[in-house]
Nanobody
Framework: QVQLVESGGGLVQAGGSLTLSCAAKGTVFIINAMGWYRQAPGKQRELVAGITNDGKTNYADSVKGRFTISRDSAKNTVDLQMNSLKPEDTAVYYC??????????????WGKGTLVTVSS
């Protein structure tokens, strides 16, 4: 079993910065892609940023140029540096990881989420 533990959410003023961190704990074998999603009240969960195990990244258009995703594959962690935050970035942010066990069985894991609130 793999658990994703997120940290770093909180309240910040518009224009400010926050860094979210996520660590994969438990029986970790191979993690392929990792990413961050978010869900605002009344909206569907959406991809914010993703990163593969060879470092390729992709971002939602709404965060390009403001957010940066990075990972430490040796430590099984992924961070999301968020700059120039806007009120519309307010959401619960979820960490996501694609994991393969020793048998090659794949499963997607989710963290419990961390709340980011951006005040205007």
């Amino acid at each position: 079993q793999v658990q994703l533990v997120e940290s770093g959410g909180g309240l910040v003023q518009a224009g400010g910065s926050l860094t979210l961190s996520c660590a994969a704990k438990g029986t970790v074998f191979i993690i392929n892609a990792m990413g961050w999603y978010r869900q605002a009240p009344g909206k569907q969960r959406e991809l914010v940023a993703g990163i593969t195990n060879d470092g390729k990244t992709n971002y939602a258009d709404s965060v390009k140029g403001r957010f940066t995703i990075s990972r430490d594959s040796a430590k099984n962690t992924v961070d999301l540096q968020m700059n120039s935050l806007k009120p519309e970035d307010t959401a619960v942010y979820y960490c996501n990881a694609q994991h393969f066990n020793e048998y090659g069985d794949g499963m997607v894991y989710w963290g419990k989420g961390t709340l980011v609130t951006v005040s205007s």
